[in-house]
């Protein structure tokens, strides 16, 4: 709504004063590199596509204030300028997705076991914390597993029999804990 109501805006005031009216055209480059930075890169694509098209026709017809170009260098330049137009906000939007994901990448990391897949101590203490603040009345069952002697597999056997050990018993957890189980 907000990129429509610039575009109009651009197409009125150049009507009134052609001098600012490419000047305006910075008012939709702003709407759309705010919407790169807050909504996933599809959405800014269409909505940059758009814009661009319509800035383009408007330019190319002479329509808004904005001259239509004449000569090679005009059609350069206006080529240039909607490319810009294009681009930068469609970089800005992959730049913005591709640093939440790996941020979420980080986060999930950060809060389960490399081995296992489960919950590390930093998430299981997370979970407890919701589960605590859940509806009161809610059924809930919290279960702390400890394996007793766990040094001397290592040590014994070797870390990589500790290893499959424990990832045996993750296995064996996560059989048993139902789709709503956190």
């Known amino acids: 709504a907000c990129l429509a109501l610039s575009l109009l805006a651009l197409g009125w005031i150049g009507r009134f004063s052609p001098a600012y009216a490419l000047g305006l055209a910075s008012v939709p480059i702003s709407l759309l590199l705010w919407s790169a930075l ?29 001259v239509a170009p004449t000569g090679l260098g005009d059609v350069t330049l206006l080529i240039a300028f909607l490319c ?7 970089v800005v939007s ?26 590390n101590r930093i998430g299981f203490e997370e979970e407890v ?6 509806e009161v009345g809610e059924a809930m069952a919290l279960v702390h597993l400890d394996l007793d002697q766990f040094k001397l597999i290592n040590d014994i056997l070797s870390h990589q029999v500790g290893d499959e050990l424990i990832r045996a018993v993750a296995s064996a957890l996560r059989t048993r804990i139902g789709p709503l189980d956190r």
């Open 129 to 134: 914390r919701k589960c605590l603040q859940a």
């Open 84 to 90: 810009v137009l294009a681009l930068t906000p469609q």
């Open 38 to 66: 807050r909504f996933e890169p599809l959405f800014t694509a269409l909505a940059n596509a758009v814009c661009a098209m319509l800035v383009a026709t408007a330019a190319s017809l002479g329509l808004g204030g904005l």
């Open 94 to 119: 992959i730049a913005a997705h591709r640093s939440r994901v790996i941020a979420q990448r980080l986060l999930q990391r950060a809060r389960t076991d490399a081995l296992t897949g489960l919950l």
